[in-house]
């Protein structure tokens, strides 16, 4: 039975959740990235269940949520030099970080890689939850497989509703982007996914950090590490197309008119990169229920949270730019 619970932060009830995760029990919760949705990490039949819930291709491996350095150590081997570094200045925070794992992680959660992504979230429901737990908690993103992330709660009732066995409501997140996730199981750490934690912030405390080359280009061209990232991620129903960032203001003017007088119904959004961060996914799932069949994003730099928002917006367009 699906239990949608409004009121927010009431202890009892995340301790409830807490054990329905711990008995084999999905939950979706939010964190300060995206709404997740959960269940026992080191169960496989509980993970299975995830699967299920979102229709995801079994290939795309998971991340661990912990809250303890216990947990962590746990789950990984062969820990990196770098991995205290990293813990000391961006846990508990949007940085999924992907390790060396050891036997107790099952090989549903990693789809048979030998590495594991692991995020300690900061996010207080979040917490509460996975400390009842007292588990490693699996969770993706809670939409259904190639939606949009969820922002707000509304979205996670639009994709969840019946398939889980509970669902915190908590409002709006505060990021609005998935975590950024960097594999440092290999002598140089590589970005996978960017997101809240930058390129920029990641080089100032490890030196050097590679790109993973499919990040930003189309994912039939390179393949991408990151096995999630090959899939066509955050599309709305509407066609998006990315505004290249030198388009003058009158031939967008122009191109708009012209499709709007082939009948479409058109969205332009041109907002900063931070703004479209927060918004963008939000935006996504409310153009389609106003019924835009076109959605136009003007472009943002690639710098700081920018090349987040570009890797999200270049994936829910298919790279097509105008
Ligand atoms: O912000 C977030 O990270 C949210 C919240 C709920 O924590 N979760 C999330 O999970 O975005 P998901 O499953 O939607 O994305 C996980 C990403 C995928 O691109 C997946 O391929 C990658 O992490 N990933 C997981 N394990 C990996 C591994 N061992 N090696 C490389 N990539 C991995
Ligand atoms: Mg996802």
Known sequence: MTICYQAQRDKAKLFEAGQLLKNGGTVVFPTETVYG??????????????????GRPSDNPLILHITTRTWLNRLICQPPALLESLIDAFWPGPLTLVLKKSSIVPDVVTAGLDTVAIRMPDHPVARAIIEAANLPIAAPSANLS?????????????????????????????????????????????????????????????????LDPAMMAHSTMVKPRSPGMKYRHYAPHADVFVVALERKPDEIAAHIKSLEAKGHKVLYVDYPAERLANQLFALFRAADQEGYDIILVKAVSTDQIGLAVMNRLLKAANYKII
């Open 37 to 54: 949705l959960g269940a026992n990490g080191l169960d496989a039949d509980a993970v299975q269940k995830i699967f299920d819930a979102k």
């Open 146 to 210: 190639g939606s949009p992330s969820p922002t707000k709660a509304a979205h996670v009732i639009a994709d969840m509703m019946g398939r889980v066995d509970m669902i915190i409501d908590d409002g709006d997140v505060v990021h609005g982007l998935e975590s950024t996730v960097l594999d440092i199981s290999g002598e140089v750490p590589i970005l996978l996914r960017p997101g809240a934690v930058t390129y920029e912030q990641l080089v100032a405390i490890c030196g050097e950090v590679q």
